[in-house]
């Protein structure tokens, strides 16, 4: 939430649309209260001492609110995020934590792609189960660091260097989140083309 709150700042510095914006900020805002809370959570999540708060969620209607705000956090001319195709089920969720679970892939997506971003979404049902797929095309993951990534407080290097900011939560708190909800996240990554995180949950 911080660094989005800094882009949309940055946003509006250059004229971009004040209404939309304002209304980012005012919602990441509350979502950082959320984040705050999340680290509370994860806390008690290691501990066992943790309870979803469940209900029917569509999920299109959820991942194109997800995807719309992330767009209009974007800097650059070329840089998009398109909704490939989602299909729509009715979930089991807590709804909060599992937006921010997905909206944190998304933000990783966006930090490691690179000078442009470039990132597609697509959603379908499988049998039983509904999988998200966040693909980026951006600096991929060594092979090294794969079995790293959702450690809490990792954060991707090249070189010496840690690129872009963050604590290092974002995707130990989304697996633990999708875990949590009988799921899984899967990645598959190439150097330099790109990474793929495929969330699948259970269809009751």
Same mark, same amino acid.
């Given at each position: 939430?911080?660094?989005?709150?800094?882009?949309?700042?940055?946003?509006?510095?250059?004229?971009?649309?004040?209404?939309?914006?304002?209304?980012?900020?005012?919602?990441? &805002?509350?979502?950082?209260?959320? $984040?705050?809370?999340?680290?509370?959570?994860?806390?008690?999540?290691?501990?066992?001492?943790?309870?979803?708060? =469940?209900?029917? +969620?569509?999920?299109?209607?959820? %991942?194109?609110? %997800?995807?719309?705000?992330?767009?209009?956090?974007?800097?650059?001319?070329?840089?998009?995020?398109?909704? +490939?195709?989602?299909?729509?089920?009715? =979930?089991?969720?807590?709804?909060?934590? =599992?937006?921010?679970?997905?909206?944190?892939?998304?933000?990783?997506?966006?930090? $490691?792609?690179?000078?442009?971003?470039?990132?597609?979404?697509? !959603?379908?049902?499988?049998?039983?189960?509904?999988? %998200?797929?966040?693909?980026?095309?951006? %600096?991929?993951?060594?092979? !090294?660091?794969?079995?790293?990534?959702?450690?809490?407080? $990792?954060?991707?290097?090249?070189? &010496?260097?840690?690129?872009?900011?963050?604590?290092? =939560?974002?995707? &130990? $708190?989304?697996?633990?989140?999708?875990?949590?909800?009988?799921?899984?996240?899967?990645?598959?990554?190439?150097?330099?083309?790109?990474?793929?995180?495929?969330?699948?949950?259970?269809?009751?």
């Amino acid at each position: 939430p911080v660094s989005t709150i800094k882009i949309a700042i940055k946003n509006l510095q250059k004229g971009a649309d004040q209404s939309a914006l304002f209304k980012i900020i005012e919602e990441e &805002n509350e979502r950082m209260e959320d $984040y705050i809370q999340s680290v509370l959570d994860l806390s008690k999540i290691r501990h066992k001492n943790f309870n979803l708060n =469940l209900k029917s +969620v569509e999920m299109r209607p959820m %991942i194109e609110d %997800i995807v719309n705000k992330e767009r209009l956090l974007l800097c650059g001319t070329e840089d998009r995020i398109e909704i +490939v195709h989602v299909e729509n089920t009715v =979930l089991s969720t807590d709804e909060s934590h =599992l937006r921010n679970a997905i909206s944190n892939i998304i933000e990783n997506a966006r930090v $490691y792609s690179g000078d442009v971003v470039n990132i597609e979404i697509t !959603a379908q049902k499988n049998q039983n189960q509904y999988q %998200i797929s966040i693909k980026d095309h951006g %600096i991929g993951i060594p092979p !090294a660091e794969l079995n790293l990534i959702f450690d809490r407080f $990792y954060r991707g290097q090249q070189g &010496n260097l840690y690129y872009g900011k963050g604590t290092g =939560l974002g995707l &130990n $708190y989304a697996q633990r989140i999708v875990q949590l909800h009988s799921g899984s996240i899967e990645v598959k990554s190439i150097e330099s083309e790109g990474s793929t995180f495929i969330i699948t949950l259970p269809i009751e």
